[in-house]
């Protein structure tokens, strides 16, 4: 395939250094299971499952087919006082992989729409049940929720704030919960720092007062932050404090739904039930865009209320369960579970685990973890340019290694597909320890 021509002055590219970006552009035209072809025909062995979201690898014959018999039968039908049969069967496939009595499910397009939506519907649930006055939400430091203002406000990444403004006005944040001291090199779940969901209880809680409080929102397992994985006990530990003093636990599993951590959700893998939890990438392995959130009967139910004829909670997305994203869905979910993908990620991860591991003592490297089909590789910042040796690292990887990583600051994180293979991981594995030596 020769180069391909285009003008490149008009498209801004979303969380890119455009000019870098254009002085070089980096072009994937193609894709096929664990890999893309680039516009210059290389292939790129995918180790990020697109953006965390591809998870049953590229182009599914069956997802393809899905898609394009829904395009010749319903392109668009609004669910706005009408719909179709799409998000009625995708919400029950959803519903049917989630815990406990979480069974009612709101579609988004994307992550950012699923935070905000979350937080509202926290709101509208307050209000609903008379207490309209806990309105004060309870993010964490290093969060990314979304570029939404609910979720740069509940987010605690310090550049995706910054220049924004004021944000929501009640906001409070926990600490983050990694500590090189004790977390530097970590398999799993390290089995230091449970006590920092204590914060919330002595120090947030009185500050503000319980009554005023409407949720506490959490990654279960940080992605976009570089791959923060909670110390053992720490999300239990939250979920008592929120019980004890009647505060909803929202649960961002927009990273983390979906198998990659070898379950459906992170709540089954960490044996906490949240009360409402957004979803998004691996839905419908991102075939067309798709985010929601699932909340206990109880939320809905309290919120059903007024006269027949008005809308109970006024807030949608003219897209909200599209025909395409739906069908993408269903499709996406039998192959999960013909294939038993998300045991398959289960076990990958393992073989994930042992080979990032095995990076430790490339030069610059001061930290590796993992929980899943995640591994992230901290390198040290240069004095000066934080995040330049991991942008390097990904360019590297990138032009030279044939391998797709995704990079945080000066962290450099793998999220590989489900479908991937031991000869998949032992790529990038590789590909990353040659960069780590290359790049100094
Ligand atoms: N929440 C979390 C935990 C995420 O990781 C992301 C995206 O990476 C989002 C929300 C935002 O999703 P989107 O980019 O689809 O808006």
Redesign the pocket.
Known sequence: MGKMELDLSSFWGPFTPNRHFKSAPRILASAKDMHYTTDDGRQLLDGTSG??CVSAGHCRQRIVDAVKAQLDTLDFAPSFQVSHPGPFMAAQRIAELAPGDLNKVFFTN??????DTALKIALAYWRARGEGHRNVFIGRERA????GFG?ISVGGMVGNRKVFGSLLPRVDHLRHTFDIEHHAYCKGEPEWGAHLADELEQRIIPLHDASNIAAVIV?PVM??TGALIPPRGYLKRLREICDKYGLLLIF?E??TGFGRLGKPFASQYFDVIPDLF?F??SVNNATVPM?GVVVRDGIYEACMQGPEHVVELMHGYTYSGHPLAAAATLATQDLYREEDLFNRAAEMGKYLEAGIHSLKGLPNVISIRNIGMIGGVEVAPRPGAPGKRGYEIFLDCFWNQGVLTRVSGDIVVFAPPFIAQRKHIDQMIDALGKSLRTVQ
């Not at 994307?110 to 935070?115: K, L, N, Y």
């Not at 990314?144 to 570029?147: F, I, L, M, Q, S």
């Open positions: 953006l965390w994307s992550g950012s729409e699923a935070v990314y929720h979304g570029v979720g990654e992605g976009s961002d927009v990273i957004t998004a990438k985010g």
